[in-house]
């Protein structure tokens, strides 16, 4: 299988739509064990910062902590769910947030979108953390 990379240089921080081309690639080769649970269309989002409500729920008090969320159709908040879903399932990423652990990190901004990616959706499934490591470190590598 022939690996397709995407090289990107930034004069200014990724916008929104940078991060959701990252994002749109990823999602289309993640590991089989995550895509048999997510919807094949599962849609992606891209906002600045987690809500306050949002943070309340989960119980983060730093707005750059959160990353990721997984929200699903048939949850209105965390440990509340509904009985009939009308809506799909999103994974939203926190850009601002993204960004600002990239810069820290230095390190690929498409990796670490993968890697971001992977354990949101993982951990939303019940994935132990080993599991989670496991599936991480295997796409890393490019063994899909």
């Known amino acids: 299988m022939q690996r397709q ?3 990107m240089n930034f ?7 940078d991060l959701l081309a990252i994002a749109r690639d990823v999602l289309a080769s993640l590991p089989d064990e995550l895509t ?3 919807e094949e269309d599962l849609a992606l989002e891209i906002e ?3 809500n306050d409500t949002l943070m309340q729920d989960l119980g983060i008090d730093n707005t750059y902590e959160l990353l990721a969320y997984y929200k699903s159709a048939k949850q209105l908040t965390p440990g509340v769910t509904k009985k009939v879903a009308n809506d799909d399932d999103a994974l939203v990423l926190f850009r601002r ?3 600002d652990y990239w810069c820290e990190t230095s390190d690929d901004l498409g990796e670490l ?3 971001v990616m992977i354990e949101e959706i993982a951990r939303n499934f019940e994935y132990p953390d080993d599991i989670i490591d496991e599936m991480t470190a295997r796409h890393h590598q490019g063994v899909l």
């Open 48 to 50: 600045e910062f987690g």
């Open 97 to 99: 947030s993204i960004l």
């Open 11 to 17: 004069g200014v921080p990724p916008s929104n739509d």
């Open 5 to 7: 990379e995407i090289v």
């Open 113 to 115: 979108v993968r890697q």
């Open 36 to 38: 048999a649970h997510i």
